[in-house]
């Protein structure tokens, strides 16, 4: 059965504390990827190409919110930015199931406004290794 989005929260784990990063609107899927590699030989059968499957990538996860400068998780985003290290975070459902996976904080942007709307932050996590589901 499908379940809603709403309850759904991401958390890192640095120091020995996990932090929820909060006012969150969106969590971009988290998408699996390889290389295609070409394996074709000059004696391939009927002449079509032949692959194999290359190198595994999980690729990137975007986070988009609401700007608040004092709440701990997009904090602590800024921070890992600046330490440039990788830790691991965890994509937690409504339903209690969950993804872990390592990633560092590739890049952060906090400030967008329009007229009639809110302040807006985002970040891009690159995932680095393979996903685990909980």
Same mark, same amino acid.
């Not at 692959?51 to 975007?62: F, N, S």
């Given at each position: 059965m499908p379940q809603k989005a709403m309850g759904t929260s991401i958390s890192c784990r640095h120091q020995e504390k996990d932090t929820v990063i909060g006012r969150l609107k969106a969590?971009?899927?988290?998408?699996?990827?390889?290389?295609? $590699?070409? $394996?074709?030989?000059?004696?391939?059968?009927?002449?079509?190409r032949q692959?194999?499957?290359?190198?595994?990538?999980?690729?990137? $996860?975007?986070l988009e919110g609401f700007y608040e400068a004092g709440e701990a998780g997009q904090q602590k985003l800024r921070e890992l930015y600046e330490e440039g290290i990788v830790v691991p975070f965890t994509v937690t459902f409504p339903d209690e199931s969950a993804v872990q996976?390592?990633?560092?904080?590739?890049?952060?942007?906090?400030?967008?406004?329009?007229v009639d709307g809110a302040v807006g932050f985002s970040a891009v996590l690159r995932l680095t290794g393979g996903v685990t589901l909980l």
């Open positions: 969590i971009s899927e988290i998408r699996a990827d390889s290389e295609a $590699v070409d $394996v074709t030989c000059l004696d391939a059968e009927n002449g079509y692959y194999v499957q290359g190198l595994r990538d999980m690729g990137e $996860v975007t996976f390592s990633a560092f904080v590739k890049s952060h942007a906090m400030g967008a406004a329009q």
